[in-house]
DNA sequence: AACGCGCCCTGTCCGC
DNA sequence: TGCGGACAGGGCGCGT
């Protein structure tokens, strides 16, 4: 999916689009994609709904309403687009929102990993709770990762993509940030020493920010609420990048499997 | 309790 | 050209 940069681009457009706005109309093109209760009582619970403000928590859009949360988590392929009367009409539909002033807001998914779901606001604060420190935020410090990964055996890149303990960072900025703080995708996450840790909570906090500074990366499917591609993908560093030679060092870069995942470093300048 | 794996689903690409 | 297998920004639930 989209990770954490992906999801603050579509969540700073749609908090300059749709503040205000007022859901006239709910199609639910796709029963599977609404979480938490039957389509017939998301559908009624929107349906007059105002936006008040759109917020990012993790990798998770937050739509604040006069009542309660709308939470959209975009799973790998999920888009969110904001449509005006004319644009194009969008494939593999599967929650249609129609809003009062004649826009609709759309969220399409081609795999359908994706979700929506309503929440009150103590329900979204239990559900808050039990998500990690996000990475952008003065929580995400040398010293606090030290002592969570203390005892963790995990590799450290599995760590890294862990929601309950990191949020917002995930196959494609781990083995970045990793890339960046020069550390072996495969350490145990307990084993990072204070200047190791040190460097990849710095390597994690800039990579993420040039992302956003970049409006994303679309690797295959990602696009922000517009319709339109991220370009920082000609800015990664090891992803997607196997074989080809590192930018340090110029060692072909490897790709190994972890928790079913690609990751990819070089394994020269990686230690 | 922590961790690893399989699964959800569709589309695309690559090798035979 | 057709077909099977691997793979794709995520996350959950299961077993051990």
């Known amino acids: 999916m989209p990770e954490l940069p992906e999801v603050e681009t579509i969540v700073r457009d749609l908090a300059r689009l749709l503040p205000g706005a007022e859901i006239q109309g709910v199609e639910v093109v796709h029963a599977d994609l609404v979480q938490g209760e039957e389509p017939a009582g998301f559908a009624a619970g929107l349906r007059g709904a105002r936006v008040r403000e759109v917020t990012r928590r993790a990798k998770n859009i937050l739509l ?153 990366t679309t690797f295959l499917d990602y696009r922000d609420a517009s319709g339109e591609r991220g370009e920082f993908a000609g800015r990664l560093r090891v992803y997607d990048r196997a074989g080809e030679p590192c930018r340090t060092c110029g060692r072909p870069l490897e790709r190994i499997v972890q928790g079913g995942r690609s990751t990819f470093f070089c394994a020269r300048c990686q230690r």
């Open 64 to 216: 604040h309403l006069d009542r309660g949360l709308l939470v959209v988590n975009l799973g790998m392929t999920g888009r969110l687009l904001v449509r005006s009367p004319g644009d194009d009409a969008p494939t593999h539909l599967g929650v249609r929102l129609r809003l009062a002033d004649g826009r609709e807001l759309d969220y399409h998914d081609v795999r359908r990993f994706g979700c929506l779901q309503r929440y009150t606001a103590d329900e979204w604060e239990r559900r808050d709770e039990a998500l990690g420190v996000e990475p952008l935020s003065d929580a995400f410090t040398a010293e606090w990762l030290l002592g969570a990964a203390k005892k963790s055996r995990v590799a450290v890149k599995t760590w890294l993509m862990d929601q309950r303990r990191v949020v917002g960072v995930g196959n494609i900025y781990a083995s970045e940030a990793l890339f960046r703080a020069r550390v072996d995708p495969r350490r145990p996450a307990s084993s990072l020493k204070k200047k190791e840790a040190a460097r990849l909570v710095e390597a994690t906090r800039e990579v993420l920010r040039e992302a956003i500074d970049f409006r994303g």
